[in-house]
């Protein structure tokens, strides 16, 4: 029997996808809203849920994770701040995906990640 794989490869070796997912999480926290295409925009959602959900518990190691991948001080701050604050109650689902059509040089389906308010 042949198991399905969990995650997207992202047409990139593993740690260029690590890179690309640690960065583009970064924006997302600061900014609280990027466009992407669809599949990257799908595995980010992953990520950030993720990284979010590590914030939310407040302790020590769950800190050292998350600093893991988000190296900007800033946006630790605002993750551990004013993100960990606003979604204290939710249980999960801090993200949502929008689709944005698609982009005009290759017709890749396009996608409006934002952090839900």
């Given at each position: ?12 070796t593993?740690?260029?996808?690590q ?99």
């Amino acid at each position: 029997m042949i198991k399905a794989h969990s995650r997207r490869k992202l047409s990139r070796t593993s740690s260029h996808r690590q890179a690309l997912l640690r960065n583009m999480s970064t924006s997302l926290i600061l900014n609280e809203k990027i466009t992407t295409t669809m599949p990257k925009a799908k595995e980010l959602q992953r990520f950030v849920e993720r990284l979010i959900t590590l914030a939310k518990a407040g302790r020590e190691k769950s800190f050292r994770s998350v600093s893991r991948d988000i190296k900007d001080r800033k946006v630790l701050e605002k993750l551990y701040g004013v993100i960990s604050e606003r979604y204290g109650a939710r249980k999960g689902g801090y993200t949502r995906l929008f689709n944005a059509g698609y982009r005009k040089g290759d017709a890749a389906s396009m996608a409006v990640i934002k952090l839900i308010q």
